[in-house]
């Protein structure tokens, strides 16, 4: 039997939609945990209340070790559906808490610019760890090893840019004016289209004007 592999792009483009899919389901329930948005909001508290760049020091680092382990074969699978499931959690606590149903708080988290970039960058992630499974047992690795590294360089770019994006939020919604939050769209659309053209120019097999055909892979030949 010949199953065929698919594009890293389309593995990418399914990840991000579990992963909004998992977000907008886990969210919504009504979850109560008191425990739970009492530690959430101490945590959130210390960060919120320190300065720009200590503040993109807990931010950025915490998000790259979740998306560094996620790259990681079968165990980032794991961790993917973990990060989603835990993290969507805690906002249908917060949610609860706050009388509110928790898909409105995703939902004005998806309106913020750092939502589009740091959520993307976890199904990069997974979605080349699935990639770096395949060559490993596909025996090439070594023909394709640049490009899983550079798949790894542009997840640290990524989540870079959106702990900076988020960051500048953060402060601008505890200003006189938390609406100023929006216009971090200004660079983050910028930010959005060179990330589009970097991970273009990685794939660059994928997205020219003949495609390569989809690598298959014989499970008969055990």
Same mark, same amino acid.
């Given at each position: ?18 992963e909004?899919?998992?977000? $907008?389901?886990?969210?919504?329930l009504?979850?109560? +945990? @008191? /425990? ?14 320190? &300065? ?8 950025? @680092? ?7 382990? *996620? ?5 980032? %699978?794991?961790?993917?559906?973990? &990060?989603?499931?835990?993290? $969507? ?6 949610? !609860?808490? +706050?009388?509110?149903?928790?898909? /409105?708080?995703?939902? !004005?988290?998806?309106?913020? @610019? ?6 993307? /960058? ?7 760890? !699935? ?5 490993l ?5 070594? +023909? ?5 590294? #550079?798949?790894?360089?542009? %997840? ?5 840019? $959106?702990?900076?994006? *988020? !960051? &500048? ?8 004016? @938390?609406?100023? /939050?929006? #216009?971090?769209?200004i ?7 060179f ?11 994928? #997205?020219?004007?003949k495609?390569? *055909?989809? +690598? ?7």
């Open positions: 039997m010949k199953i065929k592999m698919p594009e890293l792009k389309h593995l990418f483009l399914l990840s991000f939609i579990i909004l899919a998992g977000f $907008a389901i886990i969210s919504s009504p979850i109560h +945990d @008191p /425990a739970l948005y009492q530690s959430f909001k101490s945590e959130d508290n210390a960060i919120v209340s320190q &300065s720009f760049f200590p503040m993109w020091l807990s931010i950025f @680092p915490h998000n790259l070790l979740i998306a560094s382990i *996620e790259f990681i074969p079968i165990i980032g %699978i794991l961790m993917f559906l973990f &990060s989603i499931g835990s993290t $969507a959690s805690v906002i249908a606590v917060e949610g !609860t808490a +706050d009388h509110i149903n928790g898909f /409105a708080i995703f939902a !004005t988290l998806m309106l913020l @610019p750092h939502s589009w970039l740091e959520l993307p /960058a976890y199904a990069v992630a997974v979605s080349s760890g !699935t990639y770096l499974l395949y060559y047992i596909k025996g090439k690795l070594r +023909d394709n090893y640049k490009k899983i590294i #550079y798949m790894y360089i542009f %997840i640290v770019v990524e989540l870079a840019f $959106a702990g900076a994006i *988020e !960051t &500048s939020e953060i402060l601008l919604e505890e200003s006189a004016h @938390p609406l100023n /939050a929006f #216009y971090m769209w660079p983050a659309v910028f930010i959005i289209a990330l589009i053209w970097l991970y273009r120019h990685i794939n660059t097999g994928e #997205y020219g004007h495609q390569k *055909e989809y +690598d298959e892979y014989d499970f008969n030949q055990f």
